[in-house]
């Protein structure tokens, strides 16, 4: 097992996401997200899912949620969440680009763009 540490934060319309860590097993690899959100929006928000996983040697992967939750007060809801993606990453692999979106009940689209750089280990 290795976990590779991210800290990586964006922000599309009112929605933040950051991404804390990829952690890579024999058969498989999760990334742990943590979302912010108006408490507002939260009766039209959905948990975001990885659309698209590729690496930098051309692999693909498939993906599943492993579900998640949260809450909070006041004016922000903060959300825990995990999704998996597999086979195993390439050894070989440098970066993970991730496509991370969400459909609101509006019918509005968000998604993040998000690249992971892989440490030789």
Request: hydrophobic share 40%; aromatic share 8%.
């Amino acid at each position: 097992m290795r976990v590779v540490p991210i800290i990586q934060t964006q922000t599309q319309q009112e929605l933040t996401l950051t991404v804390v860590s990829l952690e890579s097993y024999a058969d498989a690899c999760t990334v742990r997200f943590l979302a912010q959100i108006p408490t507002i929006a939260y009766t039209q928000f959905q948990l975001p899912e990885i659309v698209a996983v590729r690496d930098d040697r051309g692999g693909r992967y498939r993906t599943r949620s492993m579900g998640g939750g949260g809450g909070g007060r006041g004016e922000r809801m903060l959300l825990r969440f995990k999704e998996m993606f597999f086979p195993e990453l390439d050894p070989e692999a440098t970066r993970v680009d991730l496509t991370v979106g969400v459909t609101l009940s509006d019918g509005r689209d968000i998604r993040w763009e998000v690249t992971i750089p892989i440490p030789l280990e």
